[in-house]
């Protein structure tokens, strides 16, 4: 239902004609959060890097004490190698945990909501049943959702990897989460392709692209960014240059080979934090920077200690 929802008002907003900027069909993995940097002082983002963003809220009603003494207790488990630093391969693996973490977790909630007693499969009925039941398929009025039903079994026959019409756990998470299993990244390709290509002639324009990012209203100036976009698809998106995007240059463009998210923050974490410059974090460096880290009366990471004695 969830889902359905999420779906509903992301189709109003963009007929509305909303003006966004993003990046979000841009995978490079998994995403970090769901939340944008808004100046350099702005640290939401890196809460839930570092955190997890089902983690993120707990440090919120802390103590600026508290948090720094449990923000020592996550360096501690951080310093793989206990040297007393932490270097920029021991962060990175930090934040790899923290989002692989918040997959397994979303799949154990969705899985205990969709399973039902099915034992260790879910079946495609069940699903179907217990995520559209309200709908009824042969109605002419209201909603189409037989669209959204179909697109989901598409991704669930991919999902399905041994084809016996049912998903394990694993194959549910895959489901769930298509951008973290490498067998799933073309039905990803599939799904941006048909969310952008308009007249449905299997790839994308110049005119789609954009359209996809902004809808601009008559007598709007056209922003600086729209340009550089425009620029970007001519010099880089376009790579045979006959105009289109192609599956395979679409492919290019959301699943690139040479980014990591995880390593970005890392690297970002560490250039902010890095006081002295030799590419290593103190704990006394971490902790100086403890509100960009975890904030205070700022992030749910409580939830994770304790679930550890050793917190």
């Not at 702005?42 to 707990?58: R, S």
């Not at 959702?145 to 991704?155: A, G, H, L």
Request: with cysteine.
């Amino acid at each position: 239902m969830k889902t359905v929802l999420i779906y509903i008002i992301a189709v109003t907003l963009a007929e509305c004609g909303v003006l966004e900027h993003t990046e979000e069909r841009v995978l490079h993995g998994r995403p970090l959060s769901d939340k944008s940097r808004d100046g350099d002082d702005d640290y939401d983002y890196d809460h839930d890097a570092f955190l997890g963003d089902d983690d993120a809220e707990y440090f919120e009603s802390l103590e600026p004490e508290e948090s720094q003494r449990r923000l020592g207790i996550i360096c501690d488990k951080i310093d793989a190698d206990k040297n007393g630093l932490i270097n920029l391969e021991e962060l990175q693996k930090w934040i790899q945990f923290v989002q692989e973490r918040e997959v397994r977790e979303d799949t154990e909630r969705q899985w205990e909501e969709r399973n039902k007693g099915q034992g260790d499969h879910v079946s495609w009925e069940a699903f179907k049943k217990d995520v559209y039941g309200f709908v009824d398929e042969d109605s002419e009025g209201g909603y189409n959702f037989k669209p959204m039903m179909d697109r989901d079994y598409r991704r669930w026959q991919k999902a399905d990897s041994d084809g016996d019409g049912r998903l394990t756990k694993l194959e549910f998470q895959a489901f769930l989460h298509p951008e973290d299993a490498e067998y799933m990244r073309d039905i990803m390709v599939i799904e941006t392709l048909e969310d952008m290509d308009t007249d449905k002639d299997g790839s994308l324009s110049l005119e789609e692209y954009i359209g996809d990012m902004y809808k601009g209203l008559p007598g709007d100036n056209e922003p600086d960014w729209v340009t550089q976009e425009k620029t970007l698809f001519s010099v880089d998106r376009d790579k045979d240059g006959d105009g289109f995007m192609s599956f395979e240059e679409v492919k290019q463009w959301i699943i690139p080979a040479d980014f990591d998210h995880s390593l970005g923050e890392a690297k970002h974490l560490m250039v902010k934090a890095d006081v002295n410059g030799d590419s290593l974090l103190s704990k006394e460096e971490v902790l100086d920077q403890y509100d960009m880290f975890v904030g205070s009366s700022a992030t749910q990471f409580g939830e994770v200690l304790s679930r550890h004695d050793e917190f």
